[in-house]
Protein backbone atom coordinates (compact mmCIF):
# COMPACT_ATOMS: atom_id res chain seq x y z
CA UNK A 1 0.00 0.00 0.00
CA UNK A 2 1.00 3.82 -0.74
CA UNK A 3 2.07 5.76 1.73
CA UNK A 4 -1.47 7.72 3.10
CA UNK A 5 -2.11 11.80 2.65
CA UNK A 6 -1.86 13.45 5.60
CA UNK A 7 -4.74 15.49 5.23
CA UNK A 8 -6.71 12.59 5.53
CA UNK A 9 -5.73 11.54 8.99
CA UNK A 10 -7.01 14.79 10.42
CA UNK A 11 -4.94 17.16 12.57
CA UNK A 12 -3.94 14.68 15.59
CA UNK A 13 -0.79 13.75 13.38
CA UNK A 14 1.01 12.64 16.79
CA UNK A 15 -1.65 9.63 18.08
CA UNK A 16 -1.44 6.30 16.94
CA UNK A 17 -3.07 4.37 14.75
CA UNK A 18 -3.34 1.03 14.94
CA UNK A 19 -0.12 1.45 16.80
CA UNK A 20 1.72 2.98 13.79
CA UNK A 21 2.38 7.23 13.52
CA UNK A 22 0.03 8.30 10.59
CA UNK A 23 3.25 9.22 8.17
CA UNK A 24 3.90 5.36 8.32
CA UNK A 25 0.17 3.90 8.37
CA UNK A 26 -1.02 1.50 5.51
CA UNK A 27 -4.20 1.94 5.49
CA UNK A 28 -6.06 -1.38 4.66
CA UNK A 29 -8.82 -2.06 1.83
CA UNK A 30 -11.79 -2.03 4.59
CA UNK A 31 -10.34 1.11 6.62
CA UNK A 32 -10.24 2.83 3.02
CA UNK A 33 -13.94 1.73 2.89
CA UNK A 34 -15.11 2.73 6.23
CA UNK A 35 -13.59 6.39 5.04
CA UNK A 36 -14.93 6.34 2.32
CA UNK A 37 -18.42 6.07 3.73
CA UNK A 38 -17.53 8.79 6.56
CA UNK A 39 -16.40 11.37 4.12
CA UNK A 40 -19.67 10.73 1.92
CA UNK A 41 -21.78 11.63 5.20
CA UNK A 42 -20.24 13.92 7.27
CA UNK A 43 -17.94 15.85 4.20
CA UNK A 44 -20.76 15.12 1.45
CA UNK A 45 -24.24 15.14 2.69
CA UNK A 46 -23.87 17.35 6.28
CA UNK A 47 -21.65 19.85 4.23
CA UNK A 48 -23.62 19.95 1.13
CA UNK A 49 -27.22 21.02 3.24
CA UNK A 50 -25.36 23.62 5.08
CA UNK A 51 -23.74 25.53 1.69
CA UNK A 52 -27.16 25.02 0.23
CA UNK A 53 -28.40 26.70 2.97
CA UNK A 54 -25.76 29.44 3.12
CA UNK A 55 -26.34 29.99 -0.95
CA UNK A 56 -30.24 30.12 -0.56
CA UNK A 57 -29.93 32.88 2.13
CA UNK A 58 -27.35 35.03 0.16
CA UNK A 59 -29.46 34.62 -2.91
CA UNK A 60 -32.55 35.67 -0.41
CA UNK A 61 -31.03 38.74 0.96
CA UNK A 62 -28.55 39.81 -2.21
CA UNK A 63 -31.78 39.35 -4.37
CA UNK A 64 -35.23 39.71 -3.44
CA UNK A 65 -37.12 42.38 -1.87
CA UNK A 66 -36.18 44.25 1.46
CA UNK A 67 -39.22 42.30 2.94
CA UNK A 68 -37.24 38.65 2.82
CA UNK A 69 -34.25 40.01 4.07
CA UNK A 70 -35.05 38.25 7.61
CA UNK A 71 -35.96 35.24 5.93
CA UNK A 72 -32.73 35.21 4.07
CA UNK A 73 -31.05 35.50 7.45
CA UNK A 74 -33.17 32.75 9.00
CA UNK A 75 -32.03 30.48 5.93
CA UNK A 76 -27.93 31.23 7.11
CA UNK A 77 -28.71 30.85 10.65
CA UNK A 78 -29.92 27.29 9.72
CA UNK A 79 -26.83 26.09 7.56
CA UNK A 80 -24.80 27.61 10.66
CA UNK A 81 -27.00 24.89 12.84
CA UNK A 82 -26.72 22.47 10.26
CA UNK A 83 -22.76 23.09 10.21
CA UNK A 84 -22.12 22.94 14.13
CA UNK A 85 -24.57 19.98 14.29
CA UNK A 86 -22.31 18.02 11.57
CA UNK A 87 -19.27 18.77 13.68
CA UNK A 88 -20.73 17.63 16.77
CA UNK A 89 -21.78 14.41 14.67
CA UNK A 90 -18.32 13.52 13.20
CA UNK A 91 -16.45 13.78 16.95
CA UNK A 92 -19.68 11.30 17.96
CA UNK A 93 -18.93 9.33 15.59
CA UNK A 94 -16.14 6.03 16.61
CA UNK A 95 -12.61 6.09 15.57
CA UNK A 96 -12.29 3.88 12.39
CA UNK A 97 -9.36 2.34 13.30
CA UNK A 98 -10.62 0.97 16.31
CA UNK A 99 -13.32 -1.26 15.13
CA UNK A 100 -13.58 -2.76 18.62
CA UNK A 101 -16.57 -0.52 19.99
CA UNK A 102 -19.85 -0.91 19.54
CA UNK A 103 -21.60 1.46 16.72
CA UNK A 104 -24.02 3.81 17.56
CA UNK A 105 -26.19 5.03 15.29
CA UNK A 106 -26.94 8.51 14.52
CA UNK A 107 -30.71 8.61 15.80
CA UNK A 108 -30.00 11.17 18.45
CA UNK A 109 -28.18 13.76 15.71
CA UNK A 110 -31.37 12.66 13.09
CA UNK A 111 -33.90 13.99 16.18
CA UNK A 112 -31.95 17.40 16.95
CA UNK A 113 -31.64 18.07 12.83
CA UNK A 114 -35.00 17.49 12.55
CA UNK A 115 -35.79 19.39 15.65
CA UNK A 116 -33.78 22.17 14.13
CA UNK A 117 -35.47 22.40 10.86
CA UNK A 118 -38.65 22.33 12.30
CA UNK A 119 -38.60 25.26 14.34
CA UNK A 120 -37.02 27.03 11.43
CA UNK A 121 -39.64 25.95 9.23
CA UNK A 122 -41.84 26.98 11.88
CA UNK A 123 -40.48 30.49 11.91
CA UNK A 124 -39.88 30.23 8.07
CA UNK A 125 -44.13 29.79 7.92
CA UNK A 126 -45.07 32.34 10.13
CA UNK A 127 -42.76 35.16 8.52
CA UNK A 128 -43.98 34.26 4.97
CA UNK A 129 -47.73 34.47 6.36
CA UNK A 130 -47.48 37.44 7.85
CA UNK A 131 -45.61 39.49 5.15
CA UNK B 1 6.75 -6.79 57.76
CA UNK B 2 3.94 -7.98 58.34
CA UNK B 3 1.37 -10.33 56.47
CA UNK B 4 -1.00 -7.60 57.80
CA UNK B 5 0.81 -5.25 55.39
CA UNK B 6 0.68 -7.37 52.09
CA UNK B 7 -0.38 -5.63 48.85
CA UNK B 8 -4.26 -5.73 48.84
CA UNK B 9 -4.32 -7.50 45.19
CA UNK B 10 -2.00 -10.38 46.48
CA UNK B 11 -4.64 -10.82 49.24
CA UNK B 12 -7.82 -10.26 47.10
CA UNK B 13 -6.02 -13.35 45.01
CA UNK B 14 -5.70 -15.47 48.05
CA UNK B 15 -2.47 -16.64 46.75
CA UNK B 16 -2.47 -19.11 44.68
CA UNK B 17 1.04 -19.48 44.64
CA UNK B 18 2.39 -22.73 45.96
CA UNK B 19 2.93 -21.95 49.56
CA UNK B 20 6.93 -21.37 50.15
CA UNK B 21 8.79 -23.09 52.87
CA UNK B 22 10.11 -19.63 54.48
CA UNK B 23 6.04 -19.63 55.44
CA UNK B 24 6.97 -22.04 58.11
CA UNK B 25 10.92 -21.07 58.73
CA UNK B 26 9.54 -17.61 59.55
CA UNK B 27 11.12 -16.35 62.69
CA UNK B 28 9.11 -14.63 65.12
CA UNK B 29 11.20 -10.99 64.60
CA UNK B 30 11.35 -8.14 61.94
CA UNK B 31 11.98 -9.76 58.74
CA UNK B 32 11.60 -8.28 55.37
CA UNK B 33 10.24 -9.32 52.68
CA UNK B 34 13.57 -9.38 50.14
CA UNK B 35 15.59 -10.93 52.73
CA UNK B 36 12.94 -13.96 52.96
CA UNK B 37 12.97 -14.42 49.40
CA UNK B 38 17.13 -14.09 49.39
CA UNK B 39 17.20 -16.43 52.29
CA UNK B 40 14.48 -18.61 50.27
CA UNK B 41 16.38 -19.03 47.11
CA UNK B 42 19.38 -20.02 48.95
CA UNK B 43 17.92 -22.74 50.58
CA UNK B 44 16.09 -24.09 47.76
CA UNK B 45 19.45 -23.90 45.00
CA UNK B 46 17.69 -26.99 43.18
CA UNK B 47 14.18 -25.76 42.20
CA UNK B 48 15.32 -22.63 41.11
CA UNK B 49 15.22 -23.41 37.67
CA UNK B 50 11.73 -24.36 37.82
CA UNK B 51 10.18 -21.76 39.66
CA UNK B 52 10.22 -19.28 37.36
CA UNK B 53 7.91 -20.43 34.48
CA UNK B 54 6.01 -22.32 37.32
CA UNK B 55 5.56 -18.91 39.11
CA UNK B 56 4.72 -16.80 35.81
CA UNK B 57 2.05 -19.33 35.32
CA UNK B 58 0.72 -19.20 38.58
CA UNK B 59 0.88 -15.48 38.20
CA UNK B 60 -1.12 -15.65 34.36
CA UNK B 61 -3.82 -17.66 36.58
CA UNK B 62 -3.80 -14.38 39.05
CA UNK B 63 -4.60 -12.04 36.85
CA UNK B 64 -7.05 -14.02 34.74
CA UNK B 65 -8.50 -14.59 38.02
CA UNK B 66 -8.30 -11.17 39.23
CA UNK B 67 -11.89 -9.40 38.74
CA UNK B 68 -11.97 -6.93 35.95
CA UNK B 69 -11.47 -3.70 36.50
CA UNK B 70 -13.90 -2.10 34.49
CA UNK B 71 -16.97 -3.60 32.48
CA UNK B 72 -16.10 -1.70 29.24
CA UNK B 73 -12.92 -3.51 28.80
CA UNK B 74 -14.65 -6.75 28.82
CA UNK B 75 -16.62 -5.42 26.87
CA UNK B 76 -14.58 -4.75 24.25
CA UNK B 77 -12.76 -7.76 24.40
CA UNK B 78 -15.88 -9.73 23.67
CA UNK B 79 -16.07 -7.05 20.77
CA UNK B 80 -13.01 -8.24 19.64
CA UNK B 81 -13.56 -11.69 19.79
CA UNK B 82 -16.70 -11.49 18.04
CA UNK B 83 -15.07 -9.60 15.20
CA UNK B 84 -12.31 -11.56 14.28
CA UNK B 85 -14.63 -15.01 15.02
CA UNK B 86 -17.41 -14.08 12.52
CA UNK B 87 -15.74 -10.94 10.28
CA UNK B 88 -16.49 -13.29 7.02
CA UNK B 89 -20.28 -13.43 7.95
CA UNK B 90 -22.73 -10.59 6.40
CA UNK B 91 -25.06 -10.57 8.51
CA UNK B 92 -27.03 -8.01 9.94
CA UNK B 93 -26.39 -7.20 13.58
CA UNK B 94 -29.69 -8.26 14.96
CA UNK B 95 -29.23 -11.69 13.80
CA UNK B 96 -25.95 -12.65 15.40
CA UNK B 97 -26.83 -11.23 18.51
CA UNK B 98 -28.08 -14.03 20.14
CA UNK B 99 -24.59 -16.14 20.55
CA UNK B 100 -23.54 -16.08 24.06
CA UNK B 101 -19.83 -15.11 22.87
CA UNK B 102 -20.58 -11.56 21.87
CA UNK B 103 -22.54 -8.50 23.43
CA UNK B 104 -24.96 -9.33 25.72
CA UNK B 105 -28.38 -7.56 23.82
CA UNK B 106 -31.41 -6.26 26.07
CA UNK B 107 -34.84 -6.38 24.93
CA UNK B 108 -36.42 -3.69 27.13
CA UNK B 109 -34.68 -0.37 25.05
CA UNK B 110 -36.39 0.07 21.79
CA UNK B 111 -34.48 -1.25 19.36
CA UNK B 112 -32.82 -4.02 21.29
CA UNK B 113 -29.29 -1.68 22.45
CA UNK B 114 -26.81 -2.97 24.12
CA UNK B 115 -25.72 -2.21 27.34
CA UNK B 116 -22.88 -3.05 29.34
CA UNK B 117 -23.31 -4.59 32.51
CA UNK B 118 -24.24 -3.17 35.92
CA UNK B 119 -21.46 -2.21 38.10
CA UNK B 120 -22.03 -3.16 41.58
CA UNK B 121 -23.31 -0.12 43.41
CA UNK B 122 -21.03 2.17 45.20
CA UNK B 123 -21.53 2.56 49.27
CA UNK B 124 -20.02 6.34 49.28
CA UNK B 125 -23.06 9.10 48.93
CA UNK B 126 -22.19 10.67 45.18
CA UNK B 127 -22.53 14.16 45.11
CA UNK B 128 -25.24 15.79 43.78
CA UNK B 129 -23.71 17.03 39.80
CA UNK B 130 -22.78 13.29 39.78
CA UNK B 131 -25.85 11.76 40.77
CA UNK B 132 -27.94 14.43 38.55
CA UNK B 133 -25.36 13.41 35.56
CA UNK B 134 -25.70 9.98 35.98
CA UNK B 135 -29.73 9.89 35.96
CA UNK B 136 -29.09 12.38 32.70
CA UNK B 137 -27.74 9.57 31.15
CA UNK B 138 -29.73 6.69 32.68
CA UNK B 139 -32.56 8.80 31.12
CA UNK B 140 -30.74 9.21 27.54
CA UNK B 141 -29.93 5.35 27.70
CA UNK B 142 -33.57 4.84 28.65
CA UNK B 143 -34.86 7.16 25.50
CA UNK B 144 -32.16 7.96 23.30
CA UNK B 145 -33.18 7.17 19.63
CA UNK B 146 -29.90 6.35 18.50
CA UNK B 147 -29.22 2.41 18.76
CA UNK B 148 -25.99 0.99 19.64
CA UNK B 149 -24.88 -2.07 17.70
CA UNK B 150 -21.83 -4.31 16.99
CA UNK B 151 -19.53 -2.74 14.46
CA UNK B 152 -18.73 -5.45 12.05
CA UNK B 153 -19.55 -5.81 8.50
CA UNK B 154 -21.02 -3.27 6.81
CA UNK B 155 -23.45 -2.10 9.60
CA UNK B 156 -21.81 1.12 10.27
CA UNK B 157 -21.69 2.33 6.39
CA UNK B 158 -25.21 0.94 6.58
CA UNK B 159 -26.42 3.42 9.01
CA UNK B 160 -24.29 6.15 7.38
CA UNK B 161 -26.04 6.02 4.21
CA UNK B 162 -29.62 5.64 5.59
CA UNK B 163 -28.01 9.32 7.43
CA UNK B 164 -27.28 10.45 4.16
CA UNK B 165 -30.61 9.15 2.84
CA UNK B 166 -32.15 11.47 5.43
CA UNK B 167 -30.17 14.36 4.64
CA UNK B 168 -31.34 14.23 1.22
CA UNK B 169 -34.32 14.44 1.92
CA UNK B 170 -33.70 17.44 4.17
CA UNK B 171 -32.12 19.16 1.01
CA UNK B 172 -34.98 18.36 -0.97
CA UNK B 173 -37.12 20.26 1.31
CA UNK B 174 -34.77 23.11 2.22
CA UNK B 175 -34.73 23.47 -2.54
CA UNK B 176 -38.45 23.05 -1.84
CA UNK B 177 -38.69 26.25 0.58
CA UNK B 178 -36.42 27.91 -1.98
CA UNK B 179 -38.76 27.86 -4.34
CA UNK B 180 -41.99 28.56 -2.54
CA UNK B 181 -40.13 31.73 -1.15
CA UNK B 182 -38.85 32.49 -4.87
CA UNK B 183 -42.57 32.42 -5.73
CA UNK B 184 -44.17 34.29 -3.05
CA UNK B 185 -41.51 36.78 -4.58
CA UNK B 186 -42.55 36.42 -7.95
CA UNK B 187 -46.26 37.36 -7.35
CA UNK B 188 -45.15 40.23 -4.55
CA UNK B 189 -43.48 41.57 -8.29
CA UNK B 190 -46.39 40.68 -9.94
CA UNK B 191 -48.68 42.64 -8.02
CA UNK B 192 -46.58 45.47 -7.67
CA UNK B 193 -45.67 46.09 -11.06
CA UNK B 194 -48.74 45.52 -12.99
CA UNK B 195 -51.61 47.22 -12.85
CA UNK B 196 -53.23 46.72 -9.16
CA UNK B 197 -56.17 46.12 -10.28
CA UNK B 198 -58.22 44.29 -7.16
CA UNK B 199 -58.13 40.70 -8.69
CA UNK B 200 -54.27 40.94 -9.34
CA UNK B 201 -53.74 41.43 -5.70
CA UNK B 202 -56.30 38.42 -4.95
CA UNK B 203 -53.92 36.32 -7.12
CA UNK B 204 -51.02 37.52 -4.77
CA UNK B 205 -52.93 36.69 -1.88
CA UNK B 206 -53.43 33.54 -3.48
CA UNK B 207 -49.32 33.18 -4.36
CA UNK B 208 -48.56 33.39 -0.43
CA UNK B 209 -50.56 29.93 0.44
CA UNK B 210 -48.75 28.70 -2.29
CA UNK B 211 -45.73 29.30 -1.40
CA UNK B 212 -46.30 28.39 2.15
CA UNK B 213 -48.12 24.95 0.97
CA UNK B 214 -44.47 23.88 -0.02
CA UNK B 215 -44.12 24.39 3.47
CA UNK B 216 -45.93 21.51 4.59
CA UNK B 217 -45.21 19.61 1.68
CA UNK B 218 -41.51 19.75 2.70
CA UNK B 219 -42.40 19.13 6.19
CA UNK B 220 -44.75 15.88 4.97
CA UNK B 221 -40.82 14.91 2.91
CA UNK B 222 -39.11 15.60 6.31
CA UNK B 223 -40.76 13.64 8.40
CA UNK B 224 -41.25 10.47 5.77
CA UNK B 225 -37.25 10.97 5.51
CA UNK B 226 -36.20 9.67 8.82
CA UNK B 227 -37.74 5.97 7.29
CA UNK B 228 -36.08 4.39 5.01
CA UNK B 229 -37.29 4.95 1.38
CA UNK B 230 -40.28 3.09 0.76
CA UNK B 231 -42.78 3.64 -2.51
CA UNK B 232 -45.12 5.05 -0.58
CA UNK B 233 -43.02 8.12 0.98
CA UNK B 234 -42.27 8.23 -3.10
CA UNK B 235 -45.55 8.11 -4.35
CA UNK B 236 -46.65 10.48 -1.82
CA UNK B 237 -43.65 13.38 -2.60
CA UNK B 238 -44.36 12.55 -6.77
CA UNK B 239 -47.83 13.33 -6.49
CA UNK B 240 -47.83 16.42 -4.10
CA UNK B 241 -45.01 18.07 -6.40
CA UNK B 242 -47.21 17.12 -9.42
CA UNK B 243 -50.51 18.89 -7.73
CA UNK B 244 -48.43 21.80 -7.04
CA UNK B 245 -47.11 22.53 -10.07
CA UNK B 246 -50.74 21.89 -11.58
CA UNK B 247 -52.01 24.73 -9.14
CA UNK B 248 -49.11 26.80 -10.58
CA UNK B 249 -49.78 26.37 -13.77
CA UNK B 250 -53.74 27.09 -13.22
CA UNK B 251 -52.89 30.36 -11.13
CA UNK B 252 -50.80 31.83 -14.22
CA UNK B 253 -53.42 30.55 -16.72
CA UNK B 254 -56.32 32.20 -14.91
CA UNK B 255 -53.70 35.36 -14.37
CA UNK B 256 -53.33 35.95 -17.82
CA UNK B 257 -57.16 35.20 -18.73
CA UNK B 258 -57.87 37.93 -15.99
CA UNK B 259 -55.24 40.49 -17.27
Known amino acids: ?114 LVSTVTYGIMFVMIMSL | MNELEQHPLDVAAQSPLPKRPLSTTIPKGNVSFSDDSRNWSKENPVTQNQTPSSTTSELRNRQENRPTASTATSNINTCSTANTSSINNTTTGAESAGSPKQLSRRNTGPGG ?97 LGTSRYFHSQTVLSYGQFPASRGSVILATVTVLAVLLACFIIVILQGRAS
Open chain 1, 1 to 114: MDKVNQHLLGPRKHRLYRGHRAKSLSITEEELVEIRARERTFDGAYWRTAMKSFSAGMIIIRLFAHVFYKIGIIFVAFGMAILGISILRRRAAGDVFDQRAPFVTSGFWVMMTT
Open chain 2, 113 to 209: RLLPEEEEEEPEPLRWTSRLSSFIREIYDQCSPSLTLENKGSIARDHLANERTYLAWLRTSLSMITVGVAITQLFRLQSESGTPTKKLIKIAELGRP
